[in-house]
Nanobody
Framework: QVQLVESGGGLVQAGASLRLSCAAS????????MGWFRQAPGKEREFVAA????????YYADSVKDRFAISRDNAENTVALQMSSLKPEDTAVYYC?????????????????????WGQGTQVTVSS
């Protein structure tokens, strides 16, 4: 079982940038697609971004496209989410997740049900 720990959240003003990190332990995630999701108060958890296990394909929600960038470092067993031009509506708890299955290629945007391991989340608050 893999353990995922997110870090890097915080309180920032609109327009600022933040970099979230997700550190995996217990096993390598180098052969697993990885994703970021978020949940705002009173709302359901939603997809933010994902990266293929090979790292060559990325997926983004329309709301964050061109502002957020997901990346992975398989040597370090980490995944990052670089967030720029943050908006108040980006305020949420951000979760890192690992695919249920190893070496699965996606020909569609991954969804929450595809991921089986989750971190505890890190709070991102963007003030206006």
């Amino acid at each position: 079982q893999v353990q995922l720990v997110e870090s890097g959240g915080g309180l920032v003003q609109a327009g600022a940038s933040l970099r979230l990190s997700c550190a995996a332990s217990g096993r390598t995630v180098s052969t697993y697609a990885m994703g970021w999701f978020r949940q705002a108060p009173g709302k359901e958890r939603e997809f933010v971004a994902a990266i293929s296990w090979r790292g060559g394909r990325t997926y983004y929600a329309d709301s964050v496209k061109d502002r957020f960038a997901i990346s992975r470092d398989n040597a370090e067993n980490t995944v990052a989410l670089q967030m720029s031009s943050l908006k108040p509506e980006d305020t949420a708890v951000y979760y890192c997740a690992a695919d249920r299955f190893s070496r699965r290629d996606y020909y569609r945007v991954p969804k929450e049900a595809d991921f089986g391991s989750w971190g505890q989340g890190t709070q991102v608050t963007v003030s206006s």
